[in-house]
């Protein structure tokens, strides 16, 4: 390449009085100070998502799926002849309002399935929370009654086992 193709025009070189345009212009520092707090703020939010996508540590999956109602035929009974008993029971096994919901029909479900997944340290989101709960309530609730009854069946379980000791 020739010389004359890689030349660079300094604004204070005698050539850009004589009409040459400029090719450059220093950037100013206001500029390159926003990118790089802008550069940091989305590295900072990126590690965030990453790290509240990650597992927690011991979590597990549902102990039945949420189309497993044959699973537990008195709870699928319960679910489809009468909803609102088994919500109400539900909502009393997990500490809560006996008439939470009658008194939060809009939310209730998607409350004490967030609650149960947090407590037993179930692998999922909000969204995986929220979207059964919108496409089918009385699955969601006959698989939380379900896994109530799994939680409570393995914590007699934890509590009547005692180990021996040695003499």
Known sequence: MSAGNNRTIDSTSSSHAA????????????????????ESQVGMEQQQQNQQTRLRPNSRNWSSGLCDCTEDRKICCNGF?????????????????FCLPCCVPCAYLYVLRTKIRMEQNITGSTMDDCCPVCCCPSCTLCQLARELKYTQRSEMMLTSWRPRLAH
């Open 81 to 97: 002849w009468c909803l609102p008993c088994l919500a109400c029971q539900v909502s009393q096994d997990m500490g809560e309002s």
């Open 19 to 38: 009409g040459h345009p400029v090719v450059s212009q220093p950037l100013d520092v206001s500029t390159t100070t926003w990118f790089s707090t802008l």
